[in-house]
T-cell receptor, first 111, second 116 residues
Framework: GENVEQHPSTLSVQEGDSAVIKCTYSDSASNYFPWYKQELGKGPQLIID?????GEKKDQRIAVTLNKTAKHFSLHITETQPEDSAVYFCAADTGGFKTIFGAGTRLFVKA | NAGVTQTPKFRVLKTGQSMTLLCAQD?????MYWYRQDPGMGLRLIHYSVGEGTTAKGEVPDGYNVSRLKKQNFLLGLESAAPSQTSVYFC???????????????FGNGTRLTVT
C-alpha cells in the first residue's frame, strides 16, 4: 500500500545550524506534500507545503524541495532557533480523501 | 474562529467502559478525520467522513465507531475500551478541494486517553 518513509527519527542541532529532514513516498499519484510541526501538547500545524508542479518552495527560514522522479521531498530549516524544537511530520496526498504521514522527526535545537 | 475543538482534553477509562470523543469545526469543511498517535508510529487514520451523514474506515478502525450527524461535528465512540486504545486522539478537518487542488489538514489539540 501507500507508504511515506521519514528520516531521521531524531535530529539534534546547535542553534544557528541548519536542519534537514528527508521523506520518500511510494505512490506516484501523490501530488501534494504538506509538512506539519507538532509542539508539545498540541496538534500538528501546517508550516509549508509543495505541489507536484513545483520543485522548490521557500518561506523565510523554511524551504521544501521535491524530486518527483526519485519520489523524494525534504524540509530545510536554516538558522535554527530553540523554538524550532518540535516533532515534524511529512505527508503525501493523492488528491483523494486520505493523507499518508511519515513517522515523524523529533528536532532538538540546543541553545 | 476557533478552528477544530476537541473535548475532553484528558480522560481515564477502565477496561470495558465506553465513551465518546467530540470534535467540532467552524470552518465549514466537508472532510473530517480521526487519528490516533502512538509513540514511534506517527498518525494513524481511524475513520473519516467526506460529508454529513457519511463515514468510512481508515487504517485502524477496529474497536471504534463514528457518526457525522451534522457537518460541523464528528464523534468518535469507544464501545468497550481496551488498554490497547490508550493513545492521543486527534481530530482534523479540511476543505474538500478538487482533483487539482489539495488542501491541508487542520488539527485539534487532541484528547489524551488512558485505559487501565
Amino acid at each position: 500500500g501507500e507508504n511515506v518513509e521519514q528520516h531521521p527519527s531524531t535530529l539534534s542541532v546547535q542553534e544557528g545550524d541548519s536542519a534537514v529532514i528527508k521523506c520518500t513516498y511510494s505512490d506516484s499519484a501523490s501530488n501534494y506534500f504538506p509538512w506539519y510541526k507538532q509542539e508539545l501538547g498540541k496538534g500538528p500545524q501546517l508550516i509549508i507545503d509543495i505541489r507536484s508542479n513545483v520543485g522548490e518552495k521557500k518561506d523565510q527560514r523554511i524551504a521544501v524541495t521535491l524530486n518527483k522522479t526519485a519520489k523524494h521531498f525534504s524540509l530545510h530549516i536554516t538558522e535554527t532557533q530553540p523554538e524550532d524544537s518540535a516533532v515534524y511530520f511529512c505527508a503525501a496526498d493523492t488528491g483523494g480523501f486520505k493523507t499518508i504521514f511519515g513517522a515523524g522527526t523529533r528536532l532538538f535545537v540546543k541553545a | 474562529n476557533a478552528g477544530v475543538t476537541q473535548t475532553p482534553k484528558f480522560r481515564v477509562l477502565k477496561t470495558g467502559q465506553s465513551m465518546t470523543l467530540l470534535c467540532a469545526q467552524d470552518m465549514n469543511h466537508e472532510y473530517m478525520y480521526w487519528y490516533r498517535q502512538d509513540p514511534g508510529m506517527g498518525l494513524r487514520l481511524i475513520h473519516y467522513s467526506v460529508g454529513e451523514g457519511t463515514t468510512a474506515k481508515g487504517e485502524v478502525p477496529d474497536g471504534y465507531n463514528v457518526s457525522r450527524l451534522k457537518k460541523q461535528n464528528f464523534l468518535l465512540g469507544l464501545e468497550s475500551a481496551a488498554p490497547s486504545q490508550t493513545s492521543v486522539y486527534f481530530c482534523a478537518s479540511r476543505y474538500q478541494g478538487t482533483a487539482f487542488y489539495n488542501s491541508p489538514l487542520h488539527f485539534g489539540n487532541g484528547t489524551r486517553l488512558t485505559v487501565t
